[in-house]
């Protein structure tokens, strides 16, 4: 037996799991000749998911994959039409279940509503309705800057039904990160609130938008849950009297469904594509059969729509036929355990979290959670960032009583799910993946492409396509092949360093990137400066994400001002542009003057150099920059 393992699977969880059907429909021995006849044969593979997972399509698939083009243009079910909303809602249509609960929601005060599977169906025919009435059309893109609340995914689903392509976006952006993606993406609509809340303080989000977005050419309409008046606005009221009946659009199963933004360290955001085909499969495959998701589980995450967990969350309960918990608002407000009690309220039994929840969570009084009744959990799924040993123990251990699993994951939004995981069948380790995901091809490797030695850190790579994987970038196709398919080339590399120790389980540690994420949130530095360079005060500007127990960040901005006495240079002069731009999120946790920062002879700012110095680390060769000097200056400032 491996050393360090934590958990072992009993024979009755590996005998109920989907996993054991799975390999069982796929007349194989076990996982590993999975794994291999998937390495060896990926389409097999995503058609068996498709067969064992019934899911439908208008237009049965000529030929499951087709290579021909390269790895990086790959076409799954080639021929084949289908439709997201045929998957997650349509099919359930005469269950014994499509009159029961689908929804549970509840807003930051308490209030609590809910939605069955039919009146769910009804209320996205009223919202497509009103869409194709105010002149929306298959291809048209519609943003959602939407809390969680069941408008949301009522809106999610009726911009899928009728053909439209999806852009969520994270409630929390400021006007400058909403306008930017509009304006990228040419969104024709948008759906908001006129107010939420959050931590008890109300959030006028449509006063936050609505000025800038009315003045973008491409937004036709604003829809709106809420009262306003004003240009371009639609208000949601005006949804109860259309039909409840609509068709849904049949569409190709490689057209584009949802355009998911990701923050990269240069330039501006990238738009990830995901298709009608392979979302849902991906997220049956993840979900459904690995992590064992079941049509009687409740399910809760508290992620914003605005991130790729958002739509894995839309699509998981209701693709199986479960149900699922959203709430308005943070996991610790207007109660500090209030994450732990809905799970006791609406026996939750799959949650989704990250390390970053746990880290806050953890240092609450034990005492609070003595009474709780959190039995009804049987899977928890991790991801979003590397687990460090206490918080990871605190929940297995004081959550879970050491024996709900935690199926760690390893992915992002460019492949829509997972590519390391967490195999049921197999032993845990403390912060592991114990196991690549079937037909996700993964390795570590060297810069040069040969393969990195046990326990030696590479990059995270796969060496084939898979059906998830974004469909290129967002009218970007160049930067899609330079960011992923050129960094080693001829394989995709996801920008995360990796190890894998002599028990053959995979380990993360962080970034190979500048990207900085703070609670599970990603944003790209270029982002930040540029929300601060603009003001024309500022020679040069850096921002860098240091580890941060609670948050897994904490963002400093490195400044050199073009006046050191400007009075406007001041921590809170920028804090606010950081907050009007990009939203509170991404408030810097602290703001340093110097008179440089480190460069290359080419002009390139190193902020891993930054990061060194900031951080009290040796920041290695700078014999290359162009200004040495400029490190001790950033040393003084040291957190």
């Given at each position: ?435 690549p995901i079937p037909g996700m091809s993964a390795d570590i490797l060297n810069h040069d492409g040969t393969k990195t030695k046990t326990n030696d850190l590479g990059e995270l790579v796969m060496r084939k396509s898979s059906i998830g994987l974004t469909k290129s970038l967002w009218n970007d196709d160049k930067r899609y092949i330079d960011n992923y398919w050129n960094v080693i080339k001829n394989f995709w590399v996801h920008g995360d360093l990796a190890s894998r120790d002599e028990d053959g389980h995979w380990f993360l540690h962080g970034r190979s990137d500048d990207t900085i994420k703070v609670s599970g949130k990603r944003i790209g530095p270029s982002e930040l400066e540029s929300a601060i360079i603009k003001t024309g005060k500022i020679k040069e500007v850096a921002a860098v994400g240091i580890p941060d127990e ?90």
């Amino acid at each position: 037996m491996p050393k360090d393992i934590i958990w072992k699977p009993s024979q009755d969880i590996i005998n109920n799991s989907k996993l054991t059907k799975f390999i069982n429909f796929c007349k194989v021995k076990n996982y590993d000749d999975l794994e291999k006849k998937s390495y060896n044969d990926p389409g097999w593979l995503w058609n068996n998911v498709i067969k064992f997972s019934d899911l439908k399509f208008f237009k049965n698939y000529e030929k499951i994959m087709d290579d021909g083009k390269g790895s990086p243009w790959t076409r799954w079910c080639v021929g084949g039409t289908t439709n997201i909303v045929l998957n997650c809602i349509d099919r359930h249509k005469g269950k014994d279940f499509f009159n029961k609960t689908f929804i549970f929601s509840e807003k930051e005060n308490g209030e609590t509503t809910s939605i069955t599977y039919e009146e769910f169906d009804k209320e996205i025919s009223k919202v497509g309705n009103a869409l194709k009435t105010n002149g929306f059309k298959k291809g048209d893109v519609i943003a959602l800057y939407m809390p969680q609340i069941i408008e949301t995914y009522i809106a999610y689903f009726a911009i899928l039904k009728i053909g439209c392509i999806v852009l969520p976006l994270f409630s929390g952006y400021g006007v400058k990160a909403v306008s930017e993606r509009l304006n990228i993406a040419k969104a024709r609509g948008i759906f908001t609130v006129s107010k939420t809340f959050r931590k008890g303080k109300e959030i006028r989000m449509l006063d936050i938008i609505k000025d800038e977005v009315a003045k973008i050419p491409s937004i036709q309409n604003i829809f709106l849950v809420g009262e306003d008046k004003g240009k371009k606005i639609y208000n949601w009221e005006n949804f109860k009297n259309l039909s409840d009946k609509l068709k849904t659009e049949e569409m190709d199963a490689e057209d584009p469904a949802i355009i998911h933004f990701t923050s990269g360290t240069t330039g501006k955001p990238k738009g990830c594509v995901y298709t009608h085909i392979g979302l849902v499969t991906k997220m049956s495959f993840d979900e459904g059969i690995l992590s064992d998701f079941k049509q009687n589980d409740v399910h809760l995450c508290m992620a914003d729509m605005g991130w790729m967990v958002g739509s894995k969350s839309a699509t998981i309960a209701s693709s199986h036929g479960g149900k699922m918990v959203i709430a308005e608002g943070v996991p610790d407000f207007p109660d500090e355990i209030r994450f732990w009690k809905l799970i006791e309220k609406y026996k939750v039994s799959w949650t989704e979290l990250s390390p970053a929840l746990i880290r806050s969570q953890m240092i609450k009084d034990k005492k609070k959670f003595e009474d709780l009744d959190l039995s009804s959990l049987r899977i928890v799924c991790t991801g979003g960032e590397p687990w460090t040993e206490k918080p990871w123990k605190w929940l297995f251990e004081f959550i879970g009583k050491s024996k709900v699993p935690i199926m760690n994951s390893a992915g992002g939004t460019e492949v829509s799910g997972s590519i390391l995981h967490c195999c049921l069948h197999r032993p845990f380790k403390v912060g592991s993946f114990n196991a690549p995901i079937p037909g996700m091809s993964a390795d570590i490797l060297n810069h040069d492409g040969t393969k990195t030695k046990t326990n030696d850190l590479g990059e995270l790579v796969m060496r084939k396509s898979s059906i998830g994987l974004t469909k290129s970038l967002w009218n970007d196709d160049k930067r899609y092949i330079d960011n992923y398919w050129n960094v080693i080339k001829n394989f995709w590399v996801h920008g995360d360093l990796a190890s894998r120790d002599e028990d053959g389980h995979w380990f993360l540690h962080g970034r190979s990137d500048d990207t900085i994420k703070v609670s599970g949130k990603r944003i790209g530095p270029s982002e930040l400066e540029s929300a601060i360079i603009k003001t024309g005060k500022i020679k040069e500007v850096a921002a860098v994400g240091i580890p941060d127990e609670k948050k897994g960040s904490r963002i400093i901005l490195s400044v050199v001002p073009l006046n050191a006495k400007d009075p406007d240079m001041k921590e809170e002069y920028f804090n606010n542009l950081i907050i009007k731009d990009l939203g509170k999120s991404f408030k810097p946790d602290k703001i340093i003057f110097v008179k440089d920062l480190p460069k290359t002879r080419n002009m390139k700012i190193m902020r891993r150099v930054i990061k060194s110095c900031l951080v009290n680390q040796d920041p290695g060769d700078i014999s290359t920059l162009l200004n040495p000097e400029s490190v001790e200056e950033i040393k003084q400032h040291g957190i």
